[in-house]
Every structure is written in structure tokens, then in C-alpha cells.
Antibody
Framework: QVQLQQSGPGLVKPSQTLSLTCAIS??????????WNWIRQSPSRGLEWLGR?????????DYAVSVKSRITINPDTSKNQFSLQLNSVTPEDTAVYYC????????????????WGQGTLVTVSS | NFMLTQPHSVSESPGKTVTISCTRS????????VQWYQQRPGSAPTTVIY?????PSGVPDRFSGSIDSSSNSASLTISGLKTEDEADYYC????????????FGGGTKLTVL
């Protein structure tokens, strides 16, 4: 059974960096058949996909256009986890952040986000 | 990117059937698989339909999915409604013109009264 365990602070000051980690059990961050995603949810923006990392002979990252200039997602193979960093946050980045396992990306992408972390409410406030 | 538009809310009585629509703004709905997620308050979303019309194990056959190219939309149908079906439902697809980026609908609040 795959489990995703999120960790990280729930309060971040404006202009600072939001950092979250998602520890994986029951699968590998280096899996050749999965991608590891960050998704957030807020009342104003609904569910919003932020980006993913995945390994297919080498590491790839894809990021949503809305956050592309501010986001970094990194795998950590030694700890079997992946992380999210979102720079220069504003109150609009206040949301519940989820990590999730998803399918192989591409023009013929198929499948769902079948495992999710527990969610972390991150509030951006001074 | 395209958008997926869902009704904000729907309501129906127990035992009845309800259909939630998800309309794609541009490009063909049939171009990319559609998934449907159920989300109860305080919990992460869970899949009720994947790849247009497939049910994960454990999801009752009261849940079904379909796509309609004429209206460029996907639909989630729940028959024999139960009070436990009351939740938010989200559709999701992929944008193959943008390396498979993920697109979510805005969500539909289902009330079973």
C-alpha cells in the first residue's frame, strides 16, 4: 500500500519561501511508471496542479505556467521523498497543499492521481 | 490551456439519479482521458472514475462516467443516491498541447436531501 506523508510549516511570511516535503512508502520516487505531483486547493482557485517530478532514465520536471517562475520540485532518492519550494509567496498562495502520485505524463497521459498525502494548510501571513 | 467547466452545485433526493457535467472549453473532450474525484470535507480527493469510464476497485457501480463529443463534455452519473454521496466532485484531464499539464474543473457540490 502506497502512503504519502507530508511535512512542513503551516505559516510562511510574505515574500519568503514555502517548503514542503512528501515522504513516500510503498513505492519509489525513482519509479519508471509514476510521477510525483504537488497540487493545492483554495476557495478562490479550487484544485490547482502546481507541478511534478519523474524519472525516465533521467529526471524531468514540469511546472504549471501560473507558478513556473517561482517553483522548484526536487526528488531525494536517499530518503525516497520529494519536495516543493515556492518562492516569493503572497497571501494568494494560502491554500491546502497536497502531494499525489500520478501517471506517466505525456500527450497520451492516462490514469488518475491514485494516492494523496494528508494535505497541509499553509497560511501566508506576517 | 483549456478550461473544464462544472455546475457549481446540484441537488437530488436519495434513491434518485444525478448527472454532473464537465465541459471542455477548447479542443476535443475525447482527446484526453477524464477523471472524476470525490472529496469530503477535511479529506483529500479520491477517484471515483478514471480514463473516462473506469471504476477503481471499491467504487460502487452506482457511479459511471461517459463522454459526449457533441457537447464536448464528460459526465459523472450517480444512481440510487445515498446520503453518503454528498460531497464535492471534480473532473480532471490533461493538456496534451502542453506536455500533459493537468487541468481540474472548478468542482460541483452535490447535496443529497
Amino acid at each position: 500500500q502506497v502512503q504519502l506523508q507530508q511535512s512542513g510549516p503551516g505559516l510562511v511570511k510574505p515574500s519568503q519561501t514555502l517548503s514542503l516535503t512528501c515522504a513516500i512508502s510503498g513505492d519509489s520516487v525513482s519509479s519508471n511508471s509514476a510521477a510525483w505531483n504537488w497540487i493545492r486547493q483554495s476557495p478562490s482557485r479550487g484544485l490547482e496542479w502546481l507541478g511534478r517530478t519523474y524519472y525516465r532514465s533521467k529526471w524531468y520536471n514540469d511546472y504549471a505556467v501560473s507558478v513556473k517562475s517561482r517553483i522548484t520540485i526536487n526528488p531525494d532518492t536517499s530518503k525516497n521523498q520529494f519536495s516543493l519550494q515556492l518562492n516569493s509567496v503572497t497571501p494568494e498562495d494560502t491554500a491546502v497543499y497536497y502531494c499525489a502520485r500520478g501517471p506517466t505524463p505525456g500527450i497520451a497521459a492516462a490514469g488518475d492521481f491514485d494516492y494523496w498525502g494528508q494535505g497541509t494548510l499553509v497560511t501566508v501571513s506576517s | 490551456n483549456f478550461m473544464l467547466t462544472q455546475p457549481h452545485s446540484v441537488s437530488e433526493s436519495p434513491g434518485k439519479t444525478v448527472t454532473i457535467s464537465c465541459t471542455r472549453s477548447s479542443g476535443s473532450i475525447a482527446s484526453n482521458y477524464v477523471q472524476w474525484y470525490q472529496q469530503r470535507p477535511g479529506s483529500a480527493p479520491t477517484t471515483v472514475i478514471y480514463e473516462d469510464n473506469q471504476r477503481p476497485s471499491g467504487v460502487p457501480d452506482r457511479f459511471s462516467g461517459s463522454i459526449d463529443s457533441s457537447s464536448n463534455s464528460a459526465s459523472l452519473t450517480i444512481s440510487g443516491l445515498k446520503t453518503e454521496d454528498e460531497a464535492d466532485y471534480y473532473c480532471q484531464s490533461y493538456d496534451s498541447s502542453n506536455h500533459g499539464d493537468v487541468v481540474f474543473g472548478g468542482g460541483t457540490k452535490l447535496t443529497v436531501l
